[in-house]
């Protein structure tokens, strides 16, 4: 028993499997969204999941930190089971997990300060204020929003809330940073600052991070691993080299940004273009 204890260790160090899925389904009625996956999250590694709108990529996400309970399967956090714990053991693996909500999910009626001491007043019972308020100077330094402290979310830009988001995410020296969708809304630089603060994160903190987005440029930038899901099954997986060329058409057709001929042909096909057009005053009575 004690070699096998050795084993995982030394397992984890060299960058072993934090997180393992196996044979994992989800149904919502009769909508199958994940199809029998498995797949293992190495340690400090940076993984991105890619693939198109309604493929199962943030309910898969979700099941890693048991925000949803598979409907078939097994997830596997430094080789303990997860999924079947009750709510209260479940509450204190979630504190090696940080969480970036595509929307940032800031609570409107805190301030910066308090949104980032939240989750450590909901897991910890805090007894010295002076070390909280210096925790979160120190996290929004290191997403470079410090003195930003007595703002209200309404007074921040969507960079800036998703900063502030990430600040929170981190407030507990997560082991594993999940993101999803970390650059939808925002422009071409203010996603490269996310882009770059993903990477400040790991190269200072060291996490392990799982990443949702549809960003391409994002995906290959912060990548040690790509995988693509489509119809609730993986269809790729590996480096942005073996993304970039893989020969799957479904895959080539996401990376590329293109329709598929299926779909063109119906677009072009529907619908009838009437020389007479309507103008709002046709409707007044």
């Known amino acids: 028993m004690i070699e096998n204890n050795k084993s995982k260790q030394d397992s984890e160090k060299e960058g072993g499997e934090i997180i393992v899925v196996k044979n994992l389904s989800k149904k919502f009625g009769s909508n199958v969204v994940l199809d029998n996956i498995s797949l293992g999250i190495e340690k400090g590694k940076t993984t991105v999941i890619i693939g198109p709108s309604g493929c199962g990529k943030t309910v898969l996400i979700k099941h890693l930190i048991v925000l949803l309970r598979p409907s078939s399967g097994e997830v596997y956090y430094k080789g303990v089971r997860i999924d079947n714990l009750p709510d209260d053991k479940l509450n204190k693996v979630r504190t090696n997990f940080g969480f970036l909500f595509q929307g940032g999910a800031l609570f409107d009626s805190l301030s910066v300060a308090e949104n980032i001491k939240f989750p450590v007043k909901q897991h910890?019972?805090?007894?010295e204020?002076?070390?909280?308020d210096e925790?979160?100077?120190t996290k929004l330094s290191l997403v470079g929003l410090e003195g930003y402290q007595d703002y209200y979310p309404a007074k921040l830009s969507g960079g800036q809330?998703?900063?502030v988001a990430?600040?929170?995410a981190i407030a507990l020296n997560p082991e594993v940073i999940l993101y999803d969708e970390p650059t939808t809304g925002l422009d071409p630089i203010r996603s490269d600052v996310i882009n770059e603060l993903i990477l400040k994160?790991?190269?200072g903190l060291g996490p392990t991070s799982i990443i949702v987005t549809h960003d391409m440029t994002s995906a290959y930038k912060i990548a040690d691993r790509i995988i693509m899901l489509y119809e609730g099954k993986i269809i790729a997986d590996g480096d942005a080299s073996h993304i970039r060329n893989h020969p799957h058409p479904v895959v080539q057709q996401f990376i590329n940004g293109r329709i598929g001929e299926d779909d063109l042909a119906v677009l072009r096909a529907s619908g009838t273009i009437f020389q007479t057009q309507y103008l709002p005053r046709d409707f007044e009575k």
Request: net charge positive.
């Open 124 to 127: 910890y019972k805090v007894t």
């Open 129 to 132: 204020r002076s070390g909280l």
């Open 135 to 137: 925790l979160v100077k």
């Open 161 to 163: 809330k998703k900063r």
């Open 166 to 168: 990430l600040a929170r």
């Open 201 to 203: 994160l790991r190269q």
